[in-house]
Structures are given as C-alpha cells and as structure tokens.
C-alpha cells in the first residue's frame, strides 16, 4: 500500500510591506554613506584651504621682509602683480607667481587685499626713508606706514571686516564697528549657500569681495551649512613686530 505524499510546500515570496521596509532601510544607508562621504571631503577641503592660507600667509610676510612692502592684488588672474600697481587696486586675487608659489585651479584660489590709503599708509609701495631717520631694524619707511596704520581711524573704503557679533552670521557686509588690517586673504571652501561661480565659489560677504566690495566676514566666523570660507586677517602691529624680530 503506498503512503500518499505529503504536498509540496512553495516557498512563501516576501510581501508588499517586506519590500517597502527593506527598500527603506537601504535608502537610509545611502543616504547615510552620501552624507558621510560629503563630510569627509568638505574636511579635506576645509583643510586644504587652511594650510594654502598659512602658506600664503608666510609669503607676503617674506615678501614684505624682502622688498619693504607688500604685493600688489593680481587683477587678471595670471598670477603676477598688476603692472605699474593703480592706485585704486586694492583687493584682487593672490599673487602666486609674484611670490614664488603655484598657483592653483580657479575654484580654489585665494582672494587679497591690502591696506591702501595715499592719506595715511600705501602698502603696496615703497616708501624711502631719510637718511637722518634711525631705521634700525632696516625696514625703511615700510615700518612707520604700518605705525601709521595702527593709529589711523577705520574706514569701510578699504579692506575691512566687521567685529560686530551679528557679523559671524550675517550675509551682508556690516559698515559699523570695522577694522581694517595690513592684509586679507579669503579662501573659498565649496560654494554652500550656491552664489558663486566655479571660478569664484565663495559664501556670503565674501562674494562681494571677489569683485569690488572692500568688505569680508570677520575671521574666526565658524562654518555652517551655507558658509565654510576661511579669512585670514594681519594686523599692521603683528605685521609689524613679526618684521622687526625677523631682522633681529
């Protein structure tokens, strides 16, 4: 007698609701390593920005040891100072090529500026000192335009930022409560608040100063999810004492 077969079981397929929390659950994932993956490159980015910074910090500090002055902005963008330095230059891209440094992509460049004031100290052009002045540190007239600049009153006409708190969150320029330091460097880090061209991807105020604005966000403002630039700021007395222990 044979013993009937016990019916074969299909395989159960998974179910609507199955499908959708998996889906779910791997698009979270994704998300997830995107964000990550961002992350990681805005910090190398962030990174990269601060070491072509302290860079280019050092450059103008040496080239201002050298020749008794600081550069002129590069107003074309071939690296070089602009020729016969105007007057009325006073904020351009670093000059890389001037200073003996690669210059690098577009995207990634550094935006200058420098104290220009024919009433009170142009630093952009070398001042002869008199042979009856003592120049012991052998500065020439680069030092008393620096001594000038710390004493003079702030003005909005040159490159200047603002110390006022609500500057650290502000997209505008604020014209109150100003500095205007020996030189500025602005480097931008990816163009979050999507304002700038690929050529000159900075945030905020910053953005203005990639063209005629003499204006930037103070330094030491911190990143958030619309701004990530870096702003470098020396002072005409720490331009100065650097200058004077570097001829000691």
Partial sequence: MN???????????????????????????????????DGVQQARSQNMAQAQLQTAQQALRGFALRNKRL?????????????????????????????????????????????RNTAVADLARSTFQG????DSSGLGGFSNALEKLALAPASSSNPHYSNG???????????????????????????LDGSGASSSPFDGPNLGFSGTSMCVAPPGRPATA?????????????LLGWLIEATR
């Fill in 131 to 134: 042979m009856d002045i003592p």
């Fill in 71 to 115: 550069p002129c902005p590069d107003d074309v963008g071939n690296g070089w100072e602009s020729p016969g330095c105007p007057s009325a230059l006073q904020n351009g891209w670093l000059p890389y090529a001037s200073l003996g440094l690669q210059q690098p992509v577009p995207g990634q460049r550094i935006r200058y500026g420098v104290y």
């Fill in 3 to 37: 013993t009937p077969r016990a019916p074969l079981k299909r395989p159960r397929g998974y179910s609507l609701i199955e499908i959708t929390v998996v889906t779910g659950v791997l698009g979270l994932l994704a998300v997830s390593m995107v964000s990550a993956f």
């Fill in 165 to 191: 708190s609500s500057a650290l969150t502000s997209t505008a320029c604020q014209s109150t409560d100003i500095t205007n330091p020996a030189f500025l460097l602005v480097a931008p880090v990816m163009d």
């Fill in 226 to 238: 619309t701004y990530d630039d870096i702003v470098v700021a020396e002072g005409s007395s720490t």
